[in-house]
Every structure is written in structure tokens, then in C-alpha cells.
């Protein structure tokens, strides 16, 4: 199978400082997985920040809600998860894991396009990355093949599965995730797999 799925592109100048700084991300579609099933895709959020900047080492807080947008949250003791850059030459590359396991355990977080966003944060601070309005992120080299020369990741297991759209505000036009999702297909994504994240009435924990 991966023979018939030629390597990824990934996103190119990426400014990880302005992912992770400028504000957090909102799930528009994604596929479901073994951690992130169907029956959880209602108001899922990843909110990121340095634990140690210098390491290139991020933060993850990954919450949603099981069954409804009121529903019990899946990440209740917002357990977070950490972030490393494998290759600083390729900052679009990251690997993600639990904190307690050596990062060489690791699975592939993969930033394959983003748009940069012209719009102001509302910070005073000059220096606040100003950050993007859409990422397509995938959880590493799509392996699958899908149709019309397409590939996608897994729908089980944990690492190499996955597969993500996000954006920086929480219920944006459909325009912005249609934009998104023509950049994943140019970039030869499957996106059959994918199913829409209801944020109409969330209320979001603390990052």
C-alpha cells in the first residue's frame, strides 16, 4: 500500500512559534480514531504552549466532549500530552506523545498546509505571531490508499492514524474549511473518512 501512495508534503515556511503561541485550534473535520471516536467529536480543541521553547518542546491539551456539545469532557484532568521536533531542519514535523515515555515512542504530528492569517489577534503586543486560520495536520505519512490516486492514515490504532482540519476560531464560514480541505486534496488526500466536529454552543475548559 505504501508504494501506491507517494511521501507528503509538508507545510513550508512554517513559523512554529506563531502555531503554537497565537491562540488555540478548533477541529472542523477529522477522521475518527481509536483515541477520538465518533462518538466524541463534539467541541474538540487542541491548545498548545511552550514547556520549553529553547528544546523546542510543546505543551498539548487535547479536550472534547463525549455524545453532546454538554456532554462529559473526555479529558477531564486535562491530562497534557507533550510535542518535539525530531528534525529542527523540518519544524512541520513534530512527534507526540505521553510525557512519562520517551519521546522516541513518539507518533508523527504532521502540519501539511497552513494559511496564514492576516488578522489582528486583539494583543497589544507587537511581537504576538499573528498565527494562521486554517491547518491540515495528519498523523504522519498517509499509508491507505484511497480513490482518484488518493491516500489517507489509519482509522485504527494510535500512531500513524489520523487525520485533522483545523481553525482558529471555533464556528468559522464554511468558506475557510472548504479552502482547507482543497488543499489537502491538492496535496493528494483522501478525505472520504472525514466527519464534521459540532461547535455550536461549546463552552471550552481553561487552556
Not at 485550534?25 to 462518538?39: C, F, G, K, M, T
Not at 486535562?78 to 510525557?99: C, F, H, I, Q, Y
Not at 500513524?160 to 496535496?187: C, K, M, Q
Request: with cysteine; net charge negative; proline share 10%.
Amino acid at each position: 500500500n505504501a508504494a501506491r501512495c507517494p511521501p507528503v508534503a509538508t507545510a513550508s515556511p512554517f513559523d512554529l512559534a506563531a502555531y503554537v503561541e497565537s491562540h488555540p485550534w478548533y477541529v472542523q473535520e477529522q477522521q475518527p480514531n481509536a483515541y477520538q471516536p465518533l462518538s466524541s467529536l463534539f467541541c474538540v480543541r487542541a491548545a498548545y504552549a511552550w514547556e520549553d521553547a529553547a528544546k523546542r518542546r510543546v505543551a498539548v491539551l487535547n479536550t472534547a466532549n463525549e455524545g453532546a456539545v454538554d456532554g462529559p469532557r473526555t479529558n477531564e484532568r486535562k491530562t497534557k500530552l507533550r510535542a518535539v521536533v525530531p528534525d529542527e531542519t523540518v519544524p512541520s514535523k513534530l512527534a507526540v506523545g505521553p510525557r512519562f515515555v520517551p519521546s522516541a515512542s513518539y507518533g508523527p504530528y504532521w502540519v501539511l498546509a497552513v494559511k496564514p492569517s492576516d488578522a489582528p489577534l486583539g494583543e497589544d503586543d507587537p511581537d504576538t505571531p499573528r498565527g494562521y486560520d486554517w491547518a491540515v495536520v495528519s498523523g504522519g505519512q498517509p499509508n491507505v490508499p484511497g480513490g482518484k490516486d488518493t491516500c489517507r492514515t489509519s482509522l485504527t490504532g494510535v500512531n500513524g492514524s489520523g487525520l485533522w482540519i483545523f481553525t482558529r476560531d471555533p464556528t468559522p464560514s464554511y468558506e475557510v474549511v472548504l479552502e482547507a480541505r482543497e488543499a489537502a486534496t491538492n496535496l493528494g488526500i483522501d478525505l472520504s473518512e472525514m466527519r464534521a466536529v459540532t461547535h455550536e454552543g461549546c463552552e471550552y475548559p481553561e487552556a
